[in-house]
């Protein structure tokens, strides 16, 4: 078995690694982004406004959690298929920006805030967007700080669905350019272990920066949030 060739290339030329990283940032930004919107919107509801069949519909929902993905892969993928969406970013992004863990979460500490709160904000006149926005969003900052840093892990790190909508080289993000680089041209010729480690710590690092962040802002979350345990 031949070893590998020394070669002065690295993963930065060897393929489009400035695209495969916009491309990855683009999609876990609004990924996140929408996921703290959506779900910090859904979960208010579920934990403060009383509607007919709230709590059937929210254990339902719960429910959807012991599916497995691979089963809703195939359904979700058609989906964007009919809506003309593969090898796109709406088609990377949009399945993503909802997540079932992401409004339990988020209901659980809502419901962790004393209904003084919004009753003073009632009485004050204040709309319920407002009280959500200026009382509850401020008061659930660890949690949101949690929601996006488990976002982030899961669509920066994301390699199956990319994998099924992205079609062209300039679609793809890195764990899929990573995977196509691991690949050996054929059984005779090892990969370029070097070069494929350097681009793991690469593809890595930004993990560990945004959770070394989120961790520090999870101490000042609790400092200010006024809630005493």
């Known amino acids: 078995m031949r070893s590998t060739p020394r070669t002065t290339s690295s993963f930065f030329t060897l393929l489009p690694f400035g695209q ?16 703290l919107v959506i779900c910090s919107m859904a979960a208010y509801g ?39 969406w593969v090898n796109s970013f709406a088609g990377l ?29 009632r009485i004050d006149g204040a709309s319920e967007w407002r009280i959500f926005a200026q009382i509850f969003l401020p008061l659930t900052g660890p949690a949101l700080a949690t929601l996006a840093v488990f976002a982030f892990m899961g669509t920066w790190t994301d390699l199956l669905w990319p994998l099924l909508i992205a079609r062209d080289q300039g679609m793809r993000t890195l764990e899929l350019g990573l995977a196509y680089f ?47 345990g």
């Open 182 to 228: 691991s690949v050996r041209p054929n059984a005779y010729i090892q990969p370029n272990w070097p070069l494929l480690m350097a681009a793991a710590v690469v593809v890595m690092l930004p993990v560990l920066v945004v959770y070394f962040f989120a961790q520090r802002y999870f101490i000042t979350g609790i400092a200010l949030s006024g809630v005493k």
């Open 93 to 121: 992004i949009v399945p993503g920006i909802s997540s079932v863990f992401g409004i339990f979460l988020l209901r659980q500490a809502f419901l962790g805030i004393p209904n003084d709160y919004q009753d003073a904000a």
């Open 46 to 84: 579920f934990a403060r406004l009383n509607f007919i069949g709230r709590n059937t519909i929210f254990i339902l929902y719960l429910a959807t959690m012991m599916i497995p993905f691979q089963i809703t892969l195939i359904p979700l993928f058609l989906i964007v298929h009919n809506l003309g």
């Open 20 to 35: 495969y990283f916009l491309n990855t940032v683009i999609v876990t930004a609004f990924t996140v982004i929408g996921q």
